[in-house]
């Protein structure tokens, strides 16, 4: 369900695009971003410091497409949104000595800290090929395709990294009796 919630502003970005114009589409992923964050605040009275990031880069980003009218701008922002969390969670480890992926995985699942080491590691590696996946495809490819790619290349990519993930993981889940 959290995921779905996550994918909302790019699926209303997705139709929006195919509906009007990539103008469009940035204006409903602001508009969409900014209700995704209210929503967030009203049921729990707290916002996740990675959501408010999103919202400045889509804020950013989108406001510059906008103001601009220069879909460039927007093409950057998955980019700089995966480079930012691999950034966070390269920082966190190397400055603060917190993993930020045990933190968020703790409660499901337990495993060595080496393990935790590797997984965190891997989540940079994958946000920071993602970006770069993202730049090869707003910048070679139509705007067009690059609207397909952001939708399903991007959430394709990460269901396959994250079953590979899984699949990796699945020899430290112990069953209960």
Same mark, same amino acid.
């Given at each position: 369900?959290?995921?779905?919630?996550?994918?909302?502003?790019?699926?209303?970005?997705?139709?929006?695009?195919?509906?009007?114009?990539?103008?469009v589409a940035t204006t409903v992923a602001i508009i969409a971003?900014?209700?995704?964050?209210?929503?967030?605040?009203?049921?729990?009275?707290?916002?996740?410091?990675?959501?408010?990031?999103?919202?400045?880069?889509?804020?950013? @980003?989108?406001?510059?497409?906008?103001?601009?009218?220069?879909?460039?701008?927007?093409?950057?922002?998955?980019?700089?949104?995966?480079?930012?969390?691999?950034?966070?969670?390269?920082?966190?480890?190397? @400055?603060?000595?917190?993993?930020?992926?045990?933190?968020?995985?703790?409660?499901?699942?337990?495993?060595?800290?080496?393990?935790?080491?590797?997984?965190?590691?891997?989540?940079?590696?994958?946000?920071?090929?993602?970006?770069?996946?993202?730049?090869?495809?707003? @910048?070679?490819?139509?705007?067009?395709?690059?609207?397909? @790619?952001?939708?399903?290349?991007g959430m394709g990519l990460m269901l396959v990294f994250v079953?590979?993930?899984?699949?990796?993981?699945?020899?430290?889940?112990?069953?209960?009796?």
């Amino acid at each position: 369900m959290k995921l779905l919630f996550d994918l909302f502003p790019v699926l209303l970005f997705f139709i929006a695009f195919k509906m009007a114009d990539i103008y469009v589409a940035t204006t409903v992923a602001i508009i969409a971003t900014i209700g995704q964050i209210a929503w967030v605040w009203l049921r729990h009275r707290r916002v996740e410091p990675m959501q408010w990031v999103s919202l400045v880069i889509v804020g950013v @980003f989108g406001g510059m497409t906008l103001a601009l009218h220069d879909e460039t701008f927007i093409k950057w922002k998955p980019t700089i949104l995966y480079w930012a969390f691999a950034v966070a969670l390269f920082a966190s480890a190397r @400055f603060f000595g917190k993993n930020l992926i045990q933190k968020m995985l703790s409660e499901q699942m337990q495993l060595p800290d080496h393990v935790w080491a590797k997984l965190n590691l891997s989540w940079m590696g994958f946000f920071i090929f993602m970006g770069i996946a993202n730049l090869l495809v707003a @910048f070679n490819f139509s705007t067009d395709d690059w609207v397909n @790619f952001k939708l399903f290349g991007g959430m394709g990519l990460m269901l396959v990294f994250v079953v590979a993930q899984g699949l990796l993981l699945s020899k430290y889940i112990e069953e209960k009796p």
